[in-house]
């Protein structure tokens, strides 16, 4: 994690000059406006891109892309630089695109439920766009992110238990290729078999690929009926158990989050909420009022034989809104329990039937460290996030959580699950990829890369170890 | 179509030693066989294989692969042979390697909802074999294809609308590559952001990319209540509106369907049904009863609305087998309206919104023409077909056919669709790819197959221009 970068060659002149040109007050070679380009949410050290353009179309990212691409120079894409594993830093240099200026949304057909976006658009952008016509766009990984980068990194979170990520999400993409082509691939039927999936493959490939520079993705009608509710449990275990079995039962539950006391904790004290400390569960059902009805009265039974206690509802939608934006700012609340801290964060993802055992045994994992250690996340897919706090300037911290990460995911791994289940590869997670995929599948990965991206110019130094 | 396949060299006499003494019975050049694996239930002329592999395991396929890398040889795997775009047709020659011996299924785990099967495992084996589990495989095309096969073509049919098609039900798979390497794509997880999807990539590769040896799929708790209804119309229009209604108000429907006058009319006689002969829809609904019921009702209204007919139900199992049962023969049903003749079928799907003007044209169309057409569909996808009867060896048939065709992927295309929904490219489609996606993203798609199948071995002259 604090390996120094490799050194690298300054930016070819003739290419500055060529930018600036094409660019002029939207290519930037400023320290301050490179180093705000150069540090993402994670503990991975900063690395700043040599130069910075401001994109606000899809030609002007095709152009960046074409001159560097002349010039052998390495091109990262940046949203809203909220991911956590490192994806945007320029370890090898480079320029940077800015894509936040392509923050458009170009049509939104309601009678398709679907919209097609430009990617520096965020999530909670589009659903404030889409206030008025009874849709909505589910994916929600707390962050306020961008479409382009939650496409980029295969992002999920909360909803993904019932409306999927953003594979199962995105209808088709315009891609600019590392020499500047620009391509669109899927369309805007539900489906289709005309020949390979391009839109699934650059889906999670992080910029390493292409840079996408506009996204159709599927909308859903608002549910007639919302119901959320907490529950408190006596363990971690119990309040598993009802996970467990509302997801064999098909319960289609749209949100079943998990937050241990730890957690619950860190959230009180930051969001000012009064949850009981203990493991405790957050619910969301959508659909009809009889059906949203019957869904949180076979979970309310499935909770109470597992201990839990008294179900606390909010149907309005303000209350649900802050029970929400509690468990969304979770992470941070969490920061705030060792301040002036930075959280390592893991983010495993198992076969539901493992879940129990996988967590249980990573709790023993936090009772052994001496670092403040929370637990939470997205259960009913089987995915998890330690926050583990360190002092990334201690040496001993980095370690030790590098230590908790690697049991946790070779853990998850030996039960058939995944070392990311959302968050992607960037840099911190290639150290598993072979472990998780063996070597063969790795080298089909290296084979595409090689095949879009022969120079490797493409966000360089990710997800391929 | 009928054009004929360029000649080409008979198998190295070495390889034909080599396959013989590694597969010994398993392994044949006999005539009959070759000629059985030569032909699907597609108008493309037959071309048979060279010789035929039967294969019993990954390694069986691997080993036939690498010998046939060694000579440079095609290599076609073969399923249920019920592709209907000569997906299998050894238009080059090479070896065909037979995987309906891998028809074991590996592992159910219920607990997880998945299971893992061989790819010669067809459909209704698993679900068979699910029968005691309470949970079931929900993609049927019709035909009793194998889940190889399936994963292959992207295949979908009558359940896609709620449970979505082979792209969003395949977790992992063993797949083959060209020079005979094995390797593993995704896994257990439900979700995963650990590099590139490879699973979606060898998903409707069609045999092109890599052989697929072994597949885990979801499966779902079978819902504690179904219920099957048709519905007669006055008109296509005031079908199809219904069906627009239906799907824009988010009502979670298992399966929406559209069978015209004609292939009422050919259901009737084929399965001995007394339908009403009116363009018909056939809805499923899955659910808990009060769900099913307001599902039900939502729809029966929306039916009226639109001049709909009286709802017939159908609740008992045996009762919606036989409703489904004759859905499904509607293409054999259709087959028998002129004997002897063969279906040139169509397979486009457009956004929802354009359904109607699309089906409307298209039935100018079909009014227009001197041959047989029955018309029929997915259509809670946008997707619907024609069967158009031809007599293959009559040459203005096969002209008359294929302009039809032409001009029904040519409207679907101006509406951002597809010219296959779910049949898959083949040889039948290849000359609409370029249309749909730009010869951009068909140049990334070449470059795919080149990085992964160099020498062209695998299914060659199949999906790419």
Chains 1, 2 share one sequence.
């Not at 480079?94 to 057909?109: E, F, K, S």
């Not at 520096?120 to 659903?127: D, S």
């Not at 879940?355 to 670092?371: F, G, K, P, V």
Request: with cysteine.
């Amino acid at each position: 994690m604090n390996q120094p970068y490799l050194p690298h060659l300054p930016l070819p002149a003739a290419l500055v000059k060529e930018l600036g040109q094409r660019f002029g007050k939207r290519f930037s070679t400023s320290q301050a406006v490179r180093d705000q380009h150069g540090r993402d949410e994670s503990v991975h050290p900063a690395a700043a891109p040599d130069a910075v353009v401001f994109a606000e179309s899809t030609d002007d990212v095709a152009e960046a892309v074409r001159l560097c691409h002349t010039y052998r120079v390495p091109i990262i894409p940046f949203g809203a630089g909220s991911s956590v594993e490192g994806h945007l830093l320029a370890i090898h240099g480079g320029v940077n695109i800015d894509l936040t200026g392509m923050n458009r949304i170009i049509t939104v057909h309601r009678e398709d439920l679907d919209a097609t976006v430009q990617p520096g658009v965020t999530r909670k952008q589009l659903n404030a766009e889409l206030h008025d016509t009874g849709l909505f766009f589910p994916i929600d990984p707390g962050a306020d992110a961008s479409m382009g980068g939650m496409a980029a990194t295969r992002a999920s979170g909360t909803n993904a238990v019932r409306y999927g990520t953003m594979r199962e999400n995105v209808l088709g993409m315009t891609v600019v290729l590392a020499d500047g082509r620009i391509i669109r691939t899927g369309g805007r039927a539900r489906k289709s078999s005309a020949g390979y999936d391009l839109t699934r493959l650059f889906i999670g490939s992080e910029g390493t690929l292409g840079i996408i520079t506009e996204l159709t993705v599927k909308l859903y009608p608002v549910p007639e009926a919302i119901s959320s509710a907490v529950c408190a449990f006596p363990s971690v275990d119990a309040a598993v158990d009802t996970v467990i079995q509302t997801i064999q039962l098909g319960v289609p539950v749209a949100r079943i989050e998990l937050l241990d006391t730890l957690t619950i904790s860190a959230v009180n004290r930051y969001s000012k909420t009064t949850l009981k400390e203990a493991p405790t569960l957050f619910f969301e059902f959508h659909g009809s009022p009889t059906s949203v009805e019957e869904q949180a009265t076979t979970v309310q039974a499935l909770a109470l034989d597992q201990g839990g206690m008294n179900f606390e509802w909010a149907t309005r939608p303000e209350d649900r809104s802050r029970l929400w934006q509690a468990r969304h700012d979770a992470y941070f609340a969490c920061l705030q329990l060792k301040p002036g801290s930075r959280a390592f964060p893991t983010d495993v993802c198992v076969p539901i039937s493992r879940l129990a055992e996988c967590i249980h045994a990573t709790n023993e994992d936090i009772a052994r460290s001496s670092l403040p250690i929370a637990l939470f996340g997205h259960v009913g897919d089987g995915n998890f996030h330690l926050v583990v706090l360190i002092d990334p300037a201690n040496p001993q911290d980095v370690t030790e959580a590098e230590s908790i990460n690697n049991a946790v995911v070779e853990r998850a791994l030996s039960m058939e699950g995944t070392c990311t289940g959302e968050h992607g590869v960037g840099i911190g997670k290639q150290k598993f990829l072979v472990a998780e995929h063996g070597e063969g599948a790795v080298e089909v990965m290296r084979a595409l890369k090689r095949a879009l991206d022969p120079d490797n110019l493409l966000n360089p130094g990710k997800i391929l170890p």
